[in-house]
C-alpha cells in the first residue's frame, strides 16, 4: 500500500510546523536556500509564527505543506510579483528525502502553481542554483524552460542561479505532469 499525499495551505497555527520542515529543509540541502540553518536556528519562533499566520491568509504569499499519511513531510512558498503584472514565483520547495519517490515535490508544484494562476499569473518563475542539477531537471520536467536571467547566489557569491518559467496554458492552471 504506497502512502496518501496531500497538500494543504499552512494555517495560522502552524508556526512550529513551518520551522521545523524550514529546519529539516536547511539541515538536508543547505546549498539550496537563500537562508542558512544559523539563520532558522536564532529566529524567534514568534517569526515563524508570524510567517504561518499571514501565508494562511494572504492574498499574494501562500506556503503550502505537503503531508503523507498526515505527517508534514515537505513545502513550497508561492508568491506573486507585486513589480510584474501576472507574474508570480514558487520557492524555497523541500521535500523530505524519504517521501521523494512519491512525487510529492510535483504536486506541491502543481498546488502552488494552480492557486498563482487563479489570483492571476500567466507566468511562474523559480530561481535555481545552477550547480543543483537535479532541481534544474526537476523543474525542466514539470515545463519550467531558461527565462535568460541569472544572478550570484547572495550568500554564496561563486555560484550562479538561474531563473526559469513556466508559462501558465489559457486552458490550465498547474503544470502538466
Not at 510579483?81 to 507574474?87: F, I, K, L, P, Y
Not at 544572478?151 to 492552471?173: I, K, N, Y
Amino acid at each position: 500500500m504506497s502512502p496518501s499525499l496531500t497538500v494543504r495551505r499552512i494555517t495560522a497555527e502552524q508556526g512550529a510546523v513551518f520551522r521545523e520542515l524550514r529546519t529539516a529543509s536547511l539541515r538536508e540541502a543547505p546549498y539550496a536556500f537563500g537562508a542558512t540553518l544559523e539563520d532558522a536556528l536564532s529566529a524567534d519562533a514568534a517569526s515563524f509564527d508570524a510567517t504561518a499566520a499571514d501565508h494562511a491568509v494572504s492574498r499574494t504569499a501562500g506556503t503550502f505543506i505537503l503531508y503523507t499519511e498526515g505527517h508534514p513531510a515537505g513545502l513550497i512558498e508561492a508568491r506573486l510579483d507585486q513589480a510584474g503584472e501576472h507574474r508570480a514565483f514558487v520557492g524555497e520547495l523541500w521535500v523530505a528525502p524519504a517521501v521523494r519517490h512519491l512525487r510529492g515535490g510535483e504536486l506541491l508544484v502543481d498546488t502552488a502553481s494552480n492557486w498563482l494562476a487563479a489570483a492571476g499569473a500567466t507566468e511562474i518563475y523559480a530561481w535555481v542554483a545552477d550547480s543543483n542539477r537535479n532541481a534544474m531537471r526537476f523543474y525542466e520536467a514539470l515545463g519550467f524552460g531558461p527565462a535568460g536571467e541569472h544572478r550570484r547566489v547572495q550568500r554564496a557569491p561563486e555560484q550562479v542561479e538561474s531563473l526559469l518559467v513556466w508559462h501558465v496554458p489559457a486552458d490550465s492552471g498547474a503544470p502538466a505532469e
